[in-house]
C-alpha cells in the first residue's frame, strides 16, 4: 500500500474516533432528543450505521455524495420530518466531506485553482441558502417540492449518461463556458446545500465535468474540498435553529466514512454507467415520493 493511501486510512481512521467518542460523550449528556424525530433504539442505530454504510459506499462510486443518498432515507425510511431530515443530512455532509476531501488532497487530487474560484461563492450561497431555509422549515409541504424537484436533475443526467454515453459525451463537449463564472456554480451549489442539505456531490460534481470539463479525477477532490467549510456552516446554522438529530448524524457519518473508504477501494470492480442507471431510478422514486406529497 503507497504512503498516501495508509495516510488517508490513518485519517479515515483518525475521524471515525472522533465520531465515536462524540457519541459517546453526547450519549453521557443525557436525553437530548429533537422534536418529532423517532426514538433512537436499538434497531434504529443499526439502520442508521447500514444506511451511513451503504451511503458512503454508493455515494463514492457514482459521485453523488453519501447527503443526496441518505436525506430520502431519513425522511421516508425513518420517519424524519424533511426538515430534521435536510439539517441532520447536512451534519452527514460535513462529515463524509472532511474524510473523502483529506484524502483527495493528500493525493493532489483537488484544482486550487478550482477551489479558489468556487469556495467563496459557495460559501455565500450557504448563507443565502439557509436564510431561505428558516423561512420554509415551517411549510413542509414548500420544501418536499422543493426537494423532489431537486432529485429529479441528477436523475434526468444519469439515465441520458448511462444510455447514450457518446451522444451526451458529444454535446457536453461542444459547450464551452469560461471559468470566470464558476462563482456562479459555487453560489448555486452552496445555496441548495444550505436550503436542501444535499452536498456538493449532487450539483458541484457534474458541473465541474459537464460545465467547466475539469478532468473527472480532480473533480471529487475538488467538490469534497469546496463543500466542507460549506457545510460546516450551514450545520451550525441548522443546529442552532434545533434541526439536525446530533446523534442520528454522528452514528450514520461513522458508516459513511467506512463507506466512502470500501468505495474507493473497489470502485475498479464497477460499472459507473449501471450504477447511475440504478440510482437514476431510485432519484426519480424519491422525486415522485416528495412531490406527491405535496400534492
Not at 449528556?29 to 458512503?56: C, E
Not at 463524509?96 to 476531501?101: H, K, Q, T
Not at 448511462?162 to 456554480?185: E, H, T, V
Request: proline share 5%.
Amino acid at each position: 500500500m503507497s504512503d498516501r493511501g495508509i495516510q488517508n486510512k490513518r485519517g479515515a481512521a483518525g475521524l471515525l474516533f472522533l465520531m465515536l467518542t462524540g457519541i459517546s460523550i453526547y450519549l453521557l449528556l443525557g436525553n437530548h432528543s429533537v422534536l418529532n424525530t423517532p426514538a433512537l433504539t436499538l434497531t434504529t442505530g443499526i439502520f442508521l450505521v447500514v444506511s451511513g454504510l451503504m451511503a458512503g459506499f454508493f455515494g463514492s462510486l457514482t459521485g453523488v455524495g453519501g447527503g443526496v443518498i441518505l436525506l430520502p432515507i431519513l425522511h421516508f425510511g425513518l420517519g424524519y420530518p424533511s426538515p430534521i431530515a435536510v439539517g441532520t443530512s447536512l451534519l452527514i455532509v460535513m462529515f463524509s466531506s472532511a474524510s473523502g476531501g483529506y484524502g483527495h488532497i493528500i493525493r493532489k487530487n483537488v484544482s486550487i485553482e478550482s477551489v479558489k474560484r468556487t469556495a467563496p461563492a459557495a460559501i455565500g450561497g450557504v448563507l443565502l441558502g439557509s436564510w431561505l431555509f428558516t423561512h420554509l422549515a415551517n411549510d413542509t409541504p414548500a420544501l418536499g417540492l422543493l426537494l423532489g424537484i431537486a432529485f429529479i436533475i441528477p436523475a434526468v443526467l444519469m439515465v441520458w449518461e448511462s444510455i447514450y454515453p457518446s451522444r451526451f459525451k458529444s454535446k457536453l463537449d461542444k459547450l464551452i463556458i469560461s471559468p470566470n463564472y464558476m462563482p456562479c456554480l459555487g453560489l448555486i451549489s452552496g445555496t441548495l446545500t444550505g436550503l436542501l442539505g444535499l452536498g456538493g456531490g449532487y450539483l458541484l460534481v457534474p458541473g465541474l465535468i459537464y460545465f467547466f470539463h475539469l478532468p473527472v479525477f480532480l473533480t471529487m477532490g475538488t467538490s469534497l474540498t469546496v463543500i466542507f467549510p460549506v457545510a460546516v456552516i450551514g450545520s451550525i446554522l441548522k443546529i442552532s435553529g434545533g434541526y439536525v438529530d446530533i446523534l442520528a448524524a454522528l452514528i450514520a457519518s461513522a458508516g459513511t466514512v467506512v463507506g466512502a473508504q470500501i468505495g474507493a477501494g473497489t470502485i475498479k470492480y464497477f460499472k459507473p454507467q449501471t450504477l447511475k442507471l440504478i440510482f437514476s431510478i431510485y432519484f426519480f422514486y424519491v422525486s415522485i415520493k416528495f412531490i406527491t406529497n405535496f400534492i
